[in-house]
């Protein structure tokens, strides 16, 4: 994988797709222990129809190159890191597309980077004081310290716990080896464990609270495509933050839960592909 070096450390991305698109670029924004593979199915469609599709894995808990953790001792900061991605990437009129964490940072983004953003596609994820939803609030509040992450983790190697509903039994169906290599990081390296650590201490239920009363102000096109067999990331979460952009639509993907691009993975190729296309 090809990687960036920014003042917060070194990113790692995937690139598919050519370089000489007529589309506008893609950038997908993951969620916490996870990595740009939850996005494939989907960038893989796109890039065999013309779009160029960059996939970073960010610093959540799943990366393999540690960063500093000033960068991450608060979400409003982790959104910095992704401007100056898209910075140092020479994006613009970026397609920006957001899941679980991925799209709280997405908010964040759009409320201080709106220039670089020309239409934004939101999945199942963190929004208002749901940040993040249960039971992964209990989750996180019990991974504050890369000891505890590395103890609470470690059992995380056994798939039947992985897939609990405190592991990523209520965000897809089933897959060991994904959801394996997801969770292998944290508990391996010392150094990313404590990146995480640093990222969790820093979450507050308010950031997207007070972020939302500003995102009104982003009349850019929104597409938000929820994935209605969500537990956590409720239907009516959803229907909520679409409520608040002036100029959004609201695609409901039957049976499908948090992670939508692994569970309907044409539905968001079809969500991106038309908003791409809107003036």
């Known amino acids: 994988m090809p990687h960036v070096m920014l003042d917060q ?22 969620g916490i222990l996870v990595d740009h593979r939850l996005w494939l199915k989907v960038a893989d469609v796109l890039a065999a129809n013309g779009f160029r599709c960059i996939l970073p894995d960010l610093p959540l808990g799943s990366h393999t190159t ?22 140092s990437l020479d994006l613009a009129d970026v397609t920006l597309v957001g899941n679980d964490t991925g799209g709280g940072l997405s908010q964040l983004l759009v409320d201080a980077h709106p220039e670089r953003v020309g239409r934004l596609v939101l999945t199942n994820c963190d929004a208002f004081e749901q940040f993040p939803p249960f039971p992964f609030n209990i989750v996180f509040a019990a991974m504050r310290g890369p000891r505890l992450i590395r103890a609470l983790a470690g059992p995380m190697r ?14 897809l169906n089933r897959d060991d080896a994904l959801t394996a290599s997801w969770i292998a990081p944290c508990i391996s390296d010392q150094r990313i464990a404590q990146n995480l650590a640093t990222l ?34 409720t239907p009516a979460l959803g229907r909520r ?14 049976g499908a839960r948090t992670f939508v691009s692994l569970d309907a993975p044409q539905a968001v190729v079809d969500a991106i592909a038309t908003v791409s296309a809107t003036p």
């Open 9 to 30: 450390g070194t990113i790692n991305y995937r690139v598919v797709g050519p370089d000489d698109s007529p589309h506008p670029p893609v950038l997908f924004v993951h």
């Open 241 to 254: 933050l679409a409520a608040l952009f002036p100029n959004s639509t609201w695609i409901e993907v039957p």
């Open 158 to 171: 056994i798939p039947a716990i992985r897939h609990s509903p405190l592991g990523y039994g209520l965000l």
């Open 200 to 233: 969790l201490r820093g979450v507050r239920a308010t950031d997207l609270t007070d972020v939302a009363t500003r995102l009104p102000r982003f009349d850019k096109p929104v597409t938000v495509v929820w994935g209605m067999a969500d537990t956590s990331f």
């Open 66 to 87: 540690p960063v500093s953790d000033d960068a991450l001792r608060t979400p409003a900061l982790v959104a910095e890191l992704l401007h100056d991605l898209m910075v």
